[in-house]
T-cell receptor, first 117, second 113 residues
Framework: GAVVSQHPSWVICKSGTSVKIECRSL??????MFWYRQFPKQSLMLMAT?????????EQGVEKDKFLINHASLTLSTLTVTSAHPEDSSFYIC?????????????FGEGSRLTVL | GENVEQHPSTLSVQEGDSAVIKCTYS??????FPWYKQELGKGPQLIID?????GEKKDQRIAVTLNKTAKHFSLHITETQPEDSAVYFC????????????FGDGTTLTVKP
């Protein structure tokens, strides 16, 4: 099956620093990827839709200057949490769709646990 | 927009029993309904999905049923095992890669040995 790799799986950083999370589709091309945030015991909250070669589409209430998304190639999207603060600590997950299949099926990464001290 | 409601939020069963999780959706144009299993500290994994042109789909111990008229779909797990313990999410979306998926709030399933 299709594989999405997310890195790092966990990261601890100091308040005020920036953290980059990568999402790669390993065996398919993805013009569209999605970034979610998940709080404990809650559902996935869609943050933004990452579009290859163009600007990301952010959901209402998500600060685009805080959560920078870059989708420079058909297999890689990055989420950068800028000037991170403790309230940004969370589980971040990406997903991708196979551009060649058009089935709507989502393939998820393993998630990245961010802890801001 | 689409609204997906999922019940129950928690479910505890004895090993070997069946488990049923139900979801309702609001957008009659939604036509793709996947179910995901999420283990602690990991990303969701697709376990089964159904499209609006069929009413039921089965894969070994897992089955999904869809009632388009009533706009609800259900996940059925038979002969549950402790390793089935996880959080299960349903989702709904419109066709193809253009549709945005809307997720239910999740069901924490615990299978007691």
């Amino acid at each position: 099956g299709a594989v999405v790799s997310q890195h790092p799986s966990w990261v601890i950083c100091k308040s005020g620093t920036s953290v980059k999370i990568e999402c790669r589709s390993l065996d398919f091309q993805a013009t569209t990827m999605f970034w979610y945030r998940q709080f404990p015991k809650q559902s996935l909250m869609l943050m933004a839709t990452s579009n290859e070669g163009s600007k990301a589409t952010y959901e209402q209430g998500v600060e685009k200057d805080k959560f920078l998304i870059n989708h420079a190639s058909l297999t890689l999207s990055t989420l950068t949490v800028t000037s991170a603060h403790p309230e940004d600590s969370s589980f971040y997950i990406c997903s991708a769709r196979d551009s060649g299949a058009n089935t709507g099926e989502l393939f998820f990464g393993e998630g990245s646990r961010l802890t801001v001290l | 927009g689409e609204n997906v409601e999922q019940h129950p939020s928690t479910l505890s069963v004895q090993e070997g029993d069946s488990a049923v999780i139900k979801c309702t959706y609001s957008d009659s144009a939604s036509n793709y309904f996947p179910w995901y299993k999420q283990e602690l500290g990991k990303g969701p994994q697709l376990i089964i999905d159904i499209r609006s042109n069929v009413g039921e789909k089965k894969d070994q111990r897992i089955a999904v049923t869809l009632n388009k008229t009533a706009k609800h779909f259900s996940l059925h797990i038979t002969e549950t095992q402790p390793e089935d313990s996880a959080v299960y999410f349903c989702a709904a979306s419109r066709g193809g890669n253009a549709g945005k998926s809307t997720f239910g709030d999740g069901t924490t399933l615990t299978v007691k040995p």
